[in-house]
């Protein structure tokens, strides 16, 4: 009997309250997907925002860094990237670009990540200072004329300041692509070096920046190497 009642109270819930919920559900999941896109709009206008503030302050640095990588290129050297993390994939996105062209058929440019060899950065982690993982490999490959290309979001990473002490040591050029000061890394940089400081502290926005720089040094070297060219679309 009680099972009975609580059946057709049941039935007389699913006929005249149902309907109600099911359109309060479908008011909460639009508000909700609502938000979502404004959260993924918000994010274009902010990079771009910071992308068009960045532009005139960085223009000059990362201009500096194409006739840098321009010099080491040209005269038989190569650029040594590193970096952690999402920065490490960056690092060896540009050496693809250096290896393999950007957006032009051109002779191959000497150019290797230092994040790429497992070996090497397992052997290392092991070892009793896994601060020099990158900076063996600069002091093992790195000549005077060559360029270390560095990035990181607060500068402040030991395996990074280790490789560029040693390409120091060898007399190398260093290009630091940062955020915001650039950490203890922009205060170590000599005057040869090229500091490319996104003035930014979100690392989401940092690395969205370095990627545009990258691909503006890889433009940048290739107009001065090919020259200028309208790239179609």
């Known amino acids: ?16 309250w149902l309907p109600f919920a099911t359109k309060a559900v479908t008011r909460g999941g639009y508000h909700r997907a609502l938000m979502l896109e404004q959260r993924i709009q918000q994010h274009f206008i902010d990079s771009a925002d910071l992308k068009y503030q960045a532009a005139q302050t960085l223009s000059h640095p990362i201009a500096a860094a194409v006739q840098a990588v321009l010099a080491c290129v040209t005269s038989g050297g190569k650029v040594l990237a590193c970096g952690n993390g999402p920065s490490a994939a960056e690092a060896q996105q ?42 063996r490999q600069v002091r093992a ?9 560095a990035l990181t979001v ?15 040591e060898r007399d190398m050029t260093v290009v630091v692509l940062a955020g915001r000061t650039g950490g203890k890394l922009a205060a170590m940089l000599r005057e040869t070096d090229v500091l490319i400081s996104v003035p930014h502290d979100r690392a989401a926005r940092v690395r969205e920046v370095h990627t545009l720089v990258l691909h503006c040094i890889s433009d940048g070297v290739d107009a001065q190497l090919l020259g200028e060219q309208e790239i179609p679309l």
Do not use: I, M, W
């Not at 062209?101 to 051109?106: A, L, P």
């Open 141 to 149: 490959l790195g000549q005077a004329g060559d360029v270390l290309l």
């Open 1 to 16: 009997r009680d099972c009975l009642l609580s059946r057709g109270l049941g039935d007389v819930y699913k006929r005249q």
């Open 154 to 168: 607060h500068g402040n990473d030991p395996n990074l300041l280790a490789a560029a002490e040693a390409a120091h």
């Open 94 to 135: 540009f050496a693809a670009f250096c290896v393999a062209g950007f957006e032009r058929e051109r002779p191959e440019l000497a150019a290797l990540a230092l994040t790429s060899d497992n070996t090497l950065l397992t052997a290392a982690a092991g070892s009793n200072d896994a601060t020099q993982q990158f900076a």
